[in-house]
């Protein structure tokens, strides 16, 4: 895909599959909300996840977005690179804001911002620096395939 393809890819709301790195070398992997920001992947987790206590110990991480479910239909994008995290309050805000408007609706109100709130109080943010991109579109196969 193009710079734009892939831009365009990622702007509906779809999942993002997150791999980390444990302890051990294993990969672990999770499905998360996300939104784009600034041209980069972001999303927000729990301070106290396993995939937080991988990044702080090695920031090196890798995203998957993809859709499709016959083969011809296949298309992917892959972010390798590095996870910058903030536990800074207002930045986690914004990303919770923003996930909440991107999957559930355009309407933040009160309610939904002091849910927010409630949430970002035990979450931080995660900006994913990439190094690598891949992507593909087994659309543009032609049925060759």
């Known amino acids: ?17 997150v791999a980390t790195i444990n302890q051990d070398g294993t990969p ?5 909300y996300y939104a784009v920001i600034d041209g980069k992947v972001v ?9 937080v206590f991988n990044l ?6 890798t995203v998957l977005v993809e ?13 390798t690179g590095r996870a910058t995290l903030s536990e800074d ?5 914004a990303v919770g804001e923003r ?9 933040l109100n009160d309610a939904a911002r002091a849910g927010v ?11 994913v620096e990439p190094d690598r991109i891949v992507s593909w579109d087994h659309t543009k196969l032609g049925g060759g395939y």
């Open 67 to 79: 859709d499709g479910k016959e083969y011809g239909e296949l298309r992917g994008v892959q972010i």
């Open 28 to 32: 672990h992997l999770v499905t998360m």
């Open 99 to 107: 996930l909440f408007v991107r999957y559930f609706g355009d309407d």
């Open 56 to 61: 702080r110990r090695d920031p090196r991480i």
């Open 1 to 17: 895909m193009t710079e734009g393809e892939i831009a365009e890819f990622l702007a509906p709301p779809r999942n993002l599959q």
């Open 89 to 93: 309050h207002d930045a986690v805000m």
């Open 43 to 51: 999303f927000w987790t729990y301070r106290k996840s396993q995939k």
């Open 117 to 127: 709130e409630a949430s970002a109080a035990k979450r931080v943010s995660i900006t």
